[in-house]
């Protein structure tokens, strides 16, 4: 039996917990399931791989998980919210700020046509791009750089995914989505963030509406310019 094989049942078991845990949120989260789609992905996506070696073991635990620098790989819980949210379809272009390790774009890939990942943190950054490659995630394009600006060579995007928050949303992401486009990000100070769904329409007017309560690293930005593809 190969390690996938190991892993396979606890995957299926994290996304039934998952499942139980919207059920239970059905009248905050103003839905009784989550699209079968991201179900699915969640039950293909390797998270294992995603984390560092040492929490392998607890890698489909519904829990977020240390990956070093001060930082977390989301709860599979609010991974698979997050997404649903996003209302990915297979011709959308994504732009997720937090790559961390590479596991939500990851998920976001199955999803989307190409998928933009930005992370300020470099060790994070390589990481990620080894991570991905070596499990053959080829619409996947990341960069070393400041969340806060987006990445605007490739702008306007369908969707956007913030996995850390700011105190309010960047003036740059807002304008970096598409008319029509939604983003998902957690906003506030710590101890008061919202997890944000943001849409934008025709004409360009913002709406926002408050999801869940939630608690994410805080969204760094250097001091100085920080840029790699």
Request: proline share 9%; no cysteine.
């Amino acid at each position: 039996m190969n390690d996938e094989d190991i892993f396979a049942p606890l995957r299926l078991q994290m996304v039934a917990e998952v499942a139980a845990e919207v059920t239970m949120l059905e009248q905050q989260l103003k839905r009784p399931a989550l699209a079968q789609q991201v179900m699915e992905v969640l039950a293909r996506v390797p998270r294992h791989e995603f984390v560092p070696a040492e929490a392998q073991p607890f890698a489909y635990v519904n829990s977020p998980l240390p990956i070093g620098h001060g930082k977390t790989i989301s709860q599979p819980f609010i991974v698979a919210l997050m997404t649903d949210l996003l209302e990915v379809v297979p011709e959308s272009v994504v732009l997720e700020i937090g790559t961390g390790l590479g596991y939500q774009a990851a998920v976001l890939s199955k999803l989307a046509r190409r998928v933009y990942s930005v992370e300020i943190i470099e060790e994070l950054h390589d990481q990620a791009r080894r991570r991905l490659a070596r499990h053959g995630y080829a619409n996947v394009a990341l960069r070393l750089g400041n969340g806060t600006l987006g990445w605007p060579e490739h702008a306007p995007y369908d969707r956007i995914m913030v996995t850390a928050a700011p105190d309010l949303i960047p003036p740059a992401l807002l304008q970096q989505l598409k008319p029509g486009g939604r983003m998902v990000i957690p906003t506030g100070i710590p101890e008061q963030q919202q997890l944000l769904l943001v849409e934008k329409n025709a004409q360009g007017r913002i709406a926002t509406h408050e999801i869940l309560p939630v608690r994410f690293s805080e969204l760094e930005q250097p001091d100085a310019p920080v840029g790699r593809g």
